[in-house]
């Protein structure tokens, strides 16, 4: 059976020789006669794998050791709760009101802080970035989803938060560009988009954030828990870290962040370049607001537009359907998406214009 070029947001598509490792070390890792996914979290071996991941993420955004590289569970949208919960002193934050994720955040704090949405572009159904450029942020954190996975926006710049610690939701842009940590407070992400299998969210978080939760925050829900237990307060997703550990491994071995950014604006404008000299396919965001990694477009007609995607993955182009809050198309090309299949979208795209026009 033929693997065929997998466009989904999340679970996404994973690197090619990172599957063909994890099946090679499937049954007997490293010789030690058992799979990660039985070996114990204590052993030797296990140890290895954890701290190697961390170190090897760590080398990939030029982490300090003044943030602690945490293995969570919950997803990301567990941090939606432990964000407020972890980092609740006056008890206010600023959000950034980019969209669905930035929502749901937003309903979740509400229960902890009070929240001040200090730009939104729900108006337009998220179709721009709100501008955060002049706001004088306040309160105990300011909050923002970095990449817009459901509308296809995502911010280039970060707000300049002075000495309120900036949050950033970037479960479908991280390691995607390179960024400076230093400018963050917490960076959080669900892994299933950019990082290896669901359920593992990675969290990298400032140290004097951590140990000020309230007295009565659940033990799983204090970032002190993990963070003093080296993710081992209980037992982590194991198998999860460790497939992480092998796409970091991988990313390294491909020229780092770095490499990624660069390619990732080629694919990217390979297709964006394709839709803007079209009149047959449409992308209203603004130039400077596209993201690089979830590529929104239509066809103008809806018919056509569930044409497209099922004609497209008869030919190994899967899961280009739109989300259900935007409709139309949605190509997500993350980090593991090669070249290759970008052109072949972009290809398929040409013929079912033609025959379709
Ligand atoms: C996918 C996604 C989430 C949700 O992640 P879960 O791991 O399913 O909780 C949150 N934020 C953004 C930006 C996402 O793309």
Redesign the pocket.
């Known amino acids: 059976m033929n693997r065929v070029y997998n466009f989904s947001s999340?679970p996404a598509q994973l690197p090619y020789d990172v599957l063909v490792k994890a099946q090679a070390e499937m049954l007997n890792y490293n010789n030690t006669g058992m799979s990660v996914m039985e070996m114990s979290h204590r052993s030797a071996a296990y140890k290895e794998i954890i701290e190697s991941a961390e170190k090897n993420l760590r080398t990939l955004y030029n982490i300090s050791d003044d943030y602690a590289v945490l293995f969570l569970q919950g997803?990301?949208?567990l941090q939606f709760t432990m964000v407020p919960m972890n980092l609740k002193k006056t008890g206010s934050a600023d959000f950034i009101d980019s969209g669905y994720?930035s929502q749901k955040a937003i309903k979740e704090a509400k229960k902890y802080i009070n929240v001040n949405t200090v730009c939104s572009t729900k108006d337009e159904n998220y179709n721009s970035l709100p501008k955060f450029d002049g706001i004088d942020f306040k309160g105990d954190y300011v909050y923002m989803?970095s990449?817009?996975?459901i509308y296809g926006t995502e911010f280039k710049n970060y707000p300049k938060t002075k000495d309120i610690p900036l949050v950033a939701?970037m479960?479908?842009d991280i390691l995607s560009r390179k960024i400076d940590v230093n400018d963050f407070g917490i960076i959080f992400a669900?892994a299933?988009?950019n990082i290896g299998p669901?359920g593992l969210?990675v969290a990298i978080v400032r140290k004097d954030l951590i140990g000020n939760a309230a007295e009565n925050t659940p033990i799983m829900l204090d970032y002190k828990t993990h963070s003093e237990s080296g993710s081992m307060y209980n037992t982590p997703p194991t198998y999860g870290i460790y497939v992480a550990g092998l796409v970091f491994e991988w990313m390294l071995s491909k020229g780092g962040v770095e490499a990624f950014e660069k390619i990732n604006a080629e694919k990217a404008a390979l297709i964006y370049d394709f839709i803007d000299n079209s009149d047959f396919y449409k992308n209203t965001i603004p130039a400077a607001d596209r993201s690089l990694m979830n590529i929104v477009f239509k066809t103008g007609n809806e018919d056509l537009d569930k044409k497209f995607a099922k004609d497209a993955a008869a030919k190994g182009l899967v899961s280009l359907g739109g989300h259900r809050a935007v409709g139309g198309l949605r190509a997500s090309i993350y980090n593991a998406m090669p070249i290759e299949g970008v052109k072949a979208l972009v290809e398929f795209m040409k013929e079912f214009e033609l025959a379709n026009k």
């Open positions: 999340g997803g990301a949208s994720w989803t990449n817009n996975t939701d479960s479908s669900g299933q988009k669901s969210c």
